[in-house]
């Protein structure tokens, strides 16, 4: 038989199986769109996967340019993704990301927690010895009607809420707290030099204006108003940081891995703590809009709320919030 | 909308048989994203107006004066939301698919080929802060340029890849052409099954040239091509198809 005799029998046979294909596409199809827990669905697709494969390599040297060829690739490509698509179980997917990914990324975080924290800390401290020092450099950090206000014995946040109510002022709040949060995570991306950037001048910030209401006698009047909400708001800016930093660092120091694989690897775990530090945001934009400004809470209830929403992040970080005890009790 | 050209994202796969995506690159998905701006944009917009109008009663669009929480809370957040929030919740409900990307015949897949998990599209949405730096998506579109994939940085961090869907009509071309074989070889057997699938639809003078073009490729000298009626010609097509022919 010669070489083009030979060819005509392989695509003839090959094209006999063509019903074959359709059916697995279908299948592919429905599986791809429909959950199911039948083992009987998985071993059909997986050995439709075989077939086509077999099917493919013979049409790519047959048939390279032809519309079978193209059919095959796709159908394949089809059974290929249908294969390999994750599981569709929001809830359990939803509990192991708060009682394993979450824990496991926050311990991996755990080393790049403290030197964010560190860095935050030093920034305030030098923002705040600045201020202290040049009463004029609180101009860099804050504007004329703030400045205003406190020279005039006010801070700024008194009578907020106669101003803007409640909601809006949460929502514009939390709005605007995880657009910073993701900034510094995202911004690790510049080698972590982004991230530096954002937990530097945030620092920086919050020493000064201390130093600046504390020359008026008002760092009472403002540790009053932070503490409901600052001690998770400032926690989760150092959280995001070290997401940030971390991302910064893969970049940096990529390993084996590739500086690409590295960067994913490091982006997609602490991804994961983002999340949360959105969710504690929302939470710390409601106390700051609810709370914060109220003049009807007392300090102890503000302590409060600030330490108990505090312990909350820290439970919800750990996995313990959603550990197996709480699991029992569901 | 078609890959025929594009580089393509070769997946390994246990059956030794690489999964084999076109990817899509800087045009195709500045195209998907033009389309989408433009549906979340309209959306938003709609939202607005819509609530403003019931909002105020009559036929005006300003916000009131005193900060009302009811006119933040249900006309002007949920237009925000629409706006910002539509791509990461569009492609998780889609599942890497946007009306803009169905539209430009592309997808998100994984590196692997998957479908991707709902962690990598909220991260490559998140990276679109960056992406979309100093505006009109400048960071994306150098990045993308200087990929070997048209990777934004989103992509890179969350490990996805936009692919084109090729577009293939279901039911599978060699069907009719398996038993159509005859004289011909593969891709003869499959253009014969198309012509004479279309024959119905095709003009008469596109029929008979059609015909005469393939018999004349597969039979050479020995073809019948003398000038006949339709039916003659789809019959001469047929024998050429036939098994043993």
Known sequence: MDDSARRKALAAALLARAPAWQEARERARRLAHTRTDDIADAARLADDYRLLAHDLARARELMPASRTREYLENTYAQIHAALHQGAQHLGSAAHRLLREDLPAAMRWLLPYLWWTTLIFVLAALAGYLLVERYPDLIALVAGPDMIASVERGKLWTDGLLNIVPSSVLSVQILANNIVVSLFAYCLGFLFGLGTLYILGLNGLMLGAVFAFVGQHGLAGELFRFIVAHGCVELSVMCLSGAAGAAVGDALVRPGGAGRMESFRAAAMRSGVVLLACALLLVGAGLIEGFVSPNPRFALGARVAIGVGYWLLMVLLLSGRLFGPRALRGV | ?245
């Open chain 2, 1 to 245: 909308m078609s890959g025929e050209f594009a580089p393509e994202l070769s997946v390994e796969s246990v059956t030794g048989i690489d999964v084999s995506l076109p990817v899509a690159g800087p045009g195709a998905r500045s195209y998907a994203f033009v389309i989408d701006w433009h549906i979340r944009l309209i959306l938003a917009l709609t939202w607005y107006v819509v609530g403003a109008i019931i909002y105020n009663g009559r036929l005006a669009l300003n916000a009131p004066l005193n900060n009302s929480g009811r006119w933040f809370g249900l006309v002007l957040l949920p237009a925000m939301a629409i706006y910002f929030l539509y791509h990461p919740l569009v492609e998780l409900a889609m599942r890497g698919r946007t009306p803009g990307k169905r539209r430009a015949g592309i997808r998100v897949v994984t590196r692997q080929g998957a479908p991707p998990s709902a962690g990598a599209l909220l991260v490559r949405n998140v990276f679109r802060l960056i992406d979309c730096l100093p505006g009109f998506y400048g960071v994306g579109l150098g990045v993308m340029m200087f990929s070997d994939q048209s990777l934004r940085v989103g992509d890179m961090a969350a490990g996805t890849v936009l692919v084109y869907e090729r577009e293939v009509r279901d039911e599978p071309p060699p069907q009719a052409a398996a038993q159509r074989l005859g004289a011909l070889d593969a891709d003869g057997a499959e253009i014969a099954a198309d012509l004479l699938e279309r024959w119905p639809s095709l003009e008469p003078q596109a029929r008979k040239r059609l015909a005469r073009q393939l018999l004349q490729r597969y039979l050479g000298a020995q073809a019948e091509l003398t000038d006949g009626d339709e039916l003659q010609w789809r019959a001469r097509l047929e024998r050429l198809a036939r098994p043993g022919s």
